[in-house]
Every structure is written in C-alpha cells, then in structure tokens.
C-alpha cells in the first residue's frame, strides 16, 4: 500500500520566517495531496491541496508543490504568524478501487513571536 | 462543504464496556471514514463504510473489537468494544467532501479507559 514520509517531525522558527515541510510518497499513483492542520484539541482541517496534473498551488501566504518524478511534495508557509503553531498532516490518495488517505506522521511546527 | 456531527465528544469508559460513536452528515456521501489518532500519532485508518455493504477493515483491527453501522447515506457509527486503557484514543470520522474536493472531519471523540 501507499506509504507516506514526512519531515522534519518538529520545526522551530522566528514569527517572520518561512517553514518548509517535505513529504514523499510511495506510489505513483497517488494523484491528491491534501495537506491539514490539526491545532490542539480539534480537528484535522484542510489548508491547502493539489492534484498530480499542477505542479505548485498557492493561497494566500500557503503553497504546496508537487514533484512527480521524485514523488515527493512540500508545504511552504511564508512570512509565518504565532496562529499558525500546529501540527501539520500531508496526506496521499491512492486510487485503488475507493479513495483512502494515507497520513504522514506530523510536524509540530512553533512559531515564536 | 459537508458538515460534520459527531458525538459523544468525549467520554471515559470502564475498561470491558463499549462505547458507541455516531456520525451525522448533512449530506449523503457514498463513503465515510473512521480514523483513530493515538496521543501524540497521526490518524490511522479503521475502515470504510459504505452504505449497504460491510465495512472494509484495514490491517491490525478487526470488526469484532471495531464494529461498523452504516444504515444510510448520512449516518455511520463506529463502537469499541470490550474497551481496554489501549484503547484510549481520539476517533474520527472522515467524508469525501466532493462539494470541494477534500476530505472533512468530524470534531472527534475523545476517548478514555480507565
């Protein structure tokens, strides 16, 4: 089955900085990639997304680019806020018949003002 | 987007006991998923319900200790049964959300056994 990887597990940075969040995946053909938010005590909320036919997407001060070949995708958060302290979850979806989400471990990022 | 009810939203059970918990969405969706998210872990898939059918089990949990309902395409329940501390987790249920291509949670049951 699919297997996803996720680095670094905690991240550290000043309020200002940029935070880069590195996921690989193994199988090619996964084909959504949706990364989510889990501040503490609630739910999984989804940030951003992107298929297998875009290579990058942006919202706002969130992007997410994808690299097929390598089969790895990255969520970059820039001019970062104390808000946006989370765990962060990439996921990837496997079409194998139904659609599941296979999750990365986490990164616990912190943001310090 | 699909809302979401789920319930209780937290509990603390006897160890032996079950606990029932339900999902109620406001619209109808052909899948819906049960996750467990372990203090600290990621969410790991419990299974997939689809209405009229039985639920589809991933490895490592198995329908006697997880049973599954899914009498429409609204509402699902997942119960823990024969509960143990190990059990003591947050469980969630997930809908493919194809109003806008995503996947929704449920706010969680936070579950302890004592």
């Known amino acids: 089955g699919e297997n996803v990887e996720q680095h670094p597990s905690t991240l550290s940075v000043q309020e200002g900085d940029s935070a880069v969040i590195k996921c690989t995946y193994s199988?090619?053909?996964?084909?959504?990639f949706p990364w989510y938010k889990q501040e503490l005590g609630k739910r999984p909320q989804l940030i951003i997304d992107?298929?297998?036919?875009?290579g990058e997407k942006k919202d706002q001060r969130i992007a997410v680019t994808l690299n097929k070949t390598a089969k790895h995708f990255s969520l970059h958060i820039t001019e970062t806020q104390p808000e946006d302290s989370a765990v962060y979850f990439c996921?990837?979806?496997?079409?194998?018949?139904?659609?599941?989400?296979?999750f990365g471990k986490g990164t616990m990022l912190l943001v310090s003002p | 987007s699909a809302v979401i009810s789920q319930k209780p939203s937290r509990d603390i059970c006897q160890r032996g006991t079950s606990l029932t918990i339900q999902c109620q969405v406001d619209?109808?969706?052909?899948?819906m998923f049960w996750y467990r998210q372990q203090p600290g872990q990621s969410l790991t898939l419990i299974a997939t319900?689809?209405?009229?059918?039985?639920?589809?089990?991933e490895s490592g949990f198995v329908i006697d200790k997880f049973p599954i309902s899914r009498p429409n395409l609204t509402f699902s329940t997942l119960t823990v049964s024969n509960m143990s501390p190990e059990d003591s987790s947050i469980y969630l249920c997930?809908?493919?959300?194809?109003?806008?291509?995503?996947?929704?949670f449920g706010s969680g049951t936070r579950l302890t056994v004592v």
């Open positions: 997930s809908v493919e959300d194809r109003g806008r291509e995503g996947y929704t």
């Open positions: 199988d090619s053909a996964s084909n959504y």
């Open positions: 992107i298929r297998s036919n875009v």
């Open positions: 996921a990837a979806v496997m079409n194998s018949g139904y659609s599941t989400l296979t």
């Open positions: 619209s109808q969706v052909t899948m």
């Open positions: 319900a689809n209405q009229g059918s039985e639920a589809t089990y």
